[in-house]
């Protein structure tokens, strides 16, 4: 259930039609995106169409932490022939055919030797997998079982024309400023070719989200907007940016599996009760009926390392049907077909109203803290007193003259009144206009590190 | 369910019978109350017949944070002619009928401009509302809404015989002085005309509750009674006392519609964990099945002041049906038939258990906390060892001896143990008495301020 | 639910068989014990053959805080003649037929009289009672009710050989030597005669735990044993060692009624949350379905030393079916009949799991805190990315490399990860060994006081 006066909001700074969105994903679907390589440039091109990202070029070899970043995957085609000559397999076909990061190799192999080389999901009989090898250097082809069932003794001819070369990998980030160099964080990843929930919902959600944030006059906060490989490009960055990330952020948010139909999903930071959480989940409340909270657990997508013990950041996932829980996962089935783009609309409003709610979510005290104060010489008085039943206008001025005292955020309010967020927004306005409650003074004395960003 | 120590406690200091409470209440009903004026002062000399009251004139004008005393309100009359001249309103018929400070008006209306002036309930048409306009300057008649539509085109005369005049705001309050400088503290009203729950209860309760603690042989703490105007006369006593309150005051309540035959009901402070609730809700559990705990809200009575961020005093609210929640408040049926004189004598019983369950409550610890005390040298041991079930006394011992540390009280330890509170302070004094235990000291240095009350 | 990975565990260090316990419980049962005297010391020499004890003498007279060591009970024989001479009672045929601790007594007395010197249940007629008389000197037999009711008329001859002399009360303990002087305690008692449940379960367990423990090659705790008189032993030995306990002891437990074929029971510490409550709680709910957990209560045995104000030690209790919650409690029906050996087996199964618990349960902090570490490089890493389901020992990883953060037990990682804790453990060994977690430095600087044992 949206409140009237939030679903103005959203109307007030429109998102995408689901015909833009669709259009987007069109131009993104075909590219062979991995970790490193031209498929994240093109992919980071084309989302710089959407809202302006800054890409940053990390060369292969740097070290970030306990990991350095790895050569540029260079890949050009990857066929299969049966042995009668016949093209069986092309990755032109399917980007998931050929295992990501393969090594290169052409030649000739018995069906033994191949089977080494070919990975399938015999639960899934008719879906391709999508498999990984960045860190162990080998070839692979990825197909249906049901295919593979098939494959017929006798020599098969493989070409997989892909090199490993040194180059750099690219990552994008936007930071949008605000009043304040406190940030909120939005994160999404770029290295999953040809999958449609998980990925192209994320970093769709998030470039659109971040040019509507940008079309808003002005913002409390500064947004920060990270396109990374996903797990590396995190590290890298973090190895670049995270001491003054651990300073700067008040909360952020993973947005991956984001497109699907389903019900909201958030999924909770490390710390489980930081503002990012709060903020999430009060949304989600009201926002997605059926929307699921889940507590932390340190598997999933860049959260691991957002969350690591030393950074710990308030960090949390935003998704609808999140990663695991859906059995298309991480096969050629999370499609274009599974997707839905007015659902990728809802999730625009779903993370744009978590921001909104975050711009507003003030502390307030009281200008005189003893006692009410006179309305009537404020102009907030009803003419009769006696009343027998107050609105929720006049509940709502109760609770902020209440309970301003210098601890309690909005939000808090909200949820010890009851009463809608978004009105106690509108009323503390109207008793900060009349000078009857002040905002806190934010934490001072934090700017940006020279050259952080 | 009340333990029979309880019931003891309770006979042996009597509370007034209904029949006592009955006579106070006719005298104090026919009473033209408001926030000022003559009717606060003999609604007040009624009180002091019950108990002994100190009287308190706050000039008109004085200021009080945000607010100032507003002038005395002179009433003499309220009437309404027909146009046919017959009479068809007077205030001496219920003083509701005038539109509470009420300007005073003498004129000929048409029906139209009357209406501009009437006030009364579509939605409960038998009833005369109960309508105030202290900080708006007009004149205003309330009637039953079946009354109102009976009037016809044509001129009516109105009589209002009314002034506002400089004057002073009457307050009365009541310190019984107790072993501590310490506080507990009972606030009620006195501005309502001619209602009965709310709020000729508060004001009988109050002072007989007042009259039964000023019989105790002793006390332990300070208990300081207030009888105010609402809203106002809290806000002139805190700006006069408030700060020191802040440093007495261990527990207190609002007294409120005390008078009905519903179950009892407890708000909770803005604090909601404090000695005032724990007391309440303890003596409220089993004393008044089918009572109610309620959280805090920022609406309602003198709460809204006492609770306010500046003062954030441990105060809650002691009521049976509270005001808002049954349809006879502020109107003319909140009457004479709506309360019961018993349930009021039951209402003071509570009030009263609350008081002595907080004189009782003390913090012990062990003389020597080091294992059981050897009970047989102290008198206290059974002949026999090795009984296979421990009698309550028995219980109650060791859970004492358990728990005297100097942070437990023993509401603490009723409420851990299972035990009966009422119990666990007669076991509590032959612990005592045995040397086995002692008082935690009370916090030392609080005297009251210098001219304080 | 037993983990696989306890089992082996368990496995590993076996437990007696319930022969062994039937036969030492056999060898134990007809002594006659009280708090003082013979009794106690022949069981102790008994225990002494399970494990190695040290026996203290503690002499008649010997100060403990309240109390004083009581002198020695020197029991030859109780018998009743019949007013026709026949022997209608003989302590050789049950010790509880003589009222624990009587004094001696030698004549002729009425029925009249004798009755007030006799006990019985009339609640379980056949039953004879277990009662003493420690601190009123008097003398006492006990019989069925059953055999009660049918004395008649006339004289009894009562022969009681017994006295009270100048001695010395026994206690026994073994400390068992570990890499840190941070204790774990178990206590039980021996002064109970020819009971099974409560108590020769509790020694009987006590010392083939012991015996246990003292067979690993290694030990991270050093483990404490105490064999006492209930009440006075504990508060004896608490005189003499407490202040050093109190800085000792992590984790501790009274073992008592710990022999019976119902599901295992855990009374809490006082301070509720120790580390000794969580470990047998987390045990207890894997090991024994139908496991009861209970509040602390100031009542039962020595936790109510161990856990006085004074102490406040973490100390539990372990046991099945806990003392008055069975009708043969206190009772010549707690005999051999009514406890189970393959249950005392099993119990002490449980005290060592609790025990291999606490040894495994390390504090780790990651070597580099930020982001995963690179598992490839540590051998840890699978050789394929993407995979849809990561198994438990991936999970237990991640588990542990996120949570490693040098505040968090592996204990609190299996509760907030769901898994298993004896898989934790080895996962933990593992990443340990790849210097990817290091053990949080134990609390420095406690050294067993001078002579404290």
Redesign the interface.
């Known amino acids: 259930m949206r409140s009237d006066a939030l679903k103005q909001l959203l109307l007030a700074t429109p998102g995408p039609t689901p015909e833009r969105l669709a259009a987007d994903f069109d131009r993104l679907w075909p590219i062979m995106r991995s970790i490193t390589g031209e498929g994240v440039r093109r992919t980071h091109a084309i989302l710089n169409d959407i809202a302006p990202l800054t890409s940053l070029e990390v060369p292969t070899g740097t070290q ?5 970043v790895p050569e540029e995957w260079v890949f050009r085609s990857a066929r299969l022939y049966a042995p009668d000559g016949r093209l069986i397999l092309d990755a032109v076909q399917n980007n998931l055919h050929v ?2 990061y393969s090594a290169g190799f052409s030649g000739s192999v018995s069906l033994e030797e191949l089977q080494e080389h070919l ?1 399938s999901l015999p639960d899934i009989p008719d879906a391709i ?8 250097r ?1 070839w692979g082809l990825c197909m249906s079982h049901r295919q593979r069932e098939q494959l017929t003794q006798g020599r098969y001819r493989v070409e997989i024309d892909a090199e490993h070369v040194a180059g750099s990998m690219t990552l994008s980030h936007c930071v949008l400023p605000g009043d304040s160099p406190e940030e909120i964080l939005f994160s999404t990843y770029t290295c999953h070719p040809s999958m449609a929930n998980n990925e192209l919902s994320g970093p769709l959600v998030a470039a659109h989200l971040l040019r509507r944030l940008a079309s808003l006059p002005s913002r409390r906060y500064t947004y920060r907007f990270l396109f990374l490989p996903e ?1 590396i490009g ?2 890298a960055y ?2 670049a940016h ?1 001491e003054y990330l651990k300073t700067a952020v008040k909360a952020g948010y993973v947005l991956t599996c984001i497109g699907d139909a389903g019900p909201a999903t958030y999924k909770r930071s ?1 710390q489980a009760d930081t503002l990012a959480d709060r903020a999430a989940e009060y949304v989600l409340q009201w926002f997605s009926p059926g929307g699921l909270v889940l507590d932390y ?3 999933g997508s860049d959260e ?2 957002y ?6 950041l308030p960090v949390g996932v935003l998704a609808r049907t999140i990663y ?1 829980a859906y059995p298309q ?2 096969t050629s089935q999370d499609n274009r077909d599974f997707v839905s783009f007015p659902a990728m609309c809802d999730s625009i409003d779903l993370c744009f109203a978590v921001a909104l709610l975050l711009e507003r979510n003030h502390v307030f ?2 200008t ?7 309305l ?2 404020h102009n907030l ?1 009803a ?8 609105g929720a206008w006049k ?1 709502a001025r ?2 902020i ?5 210098g601890t309690c955020d909005l939000l808090h309010m909200a949820q010890r ?1 009851g009463l809608d967020y978004w009105l106690l927004t509108e009323v503390a306005s109207e008793l900060e206009k009349a000078g009857l409650i002040i905002r806190s003074a934010s934490p001072k004395g934090l700017r940006p590190a020279e050259g952080a960003i």
């Open positions: 970030c932490y306990d990991w350095a295992l990501n990975h997998p999508y498999l990984t090898t960045y860190y162990t080998q797990t995190s590290i973090l190895a995270g490390r657990w340190p598997g691991r390392q969350c690591s013990p030393g950074f710990n695991a996962y991480h005290r009281r005189n803290p003893y006692c009410e104060p006179f009537a010489k008085h003419p009769l007193g006696g009343q027998r039943l107050p509940k109760q609770w003259l209440n309970l301003s005292d009144s």
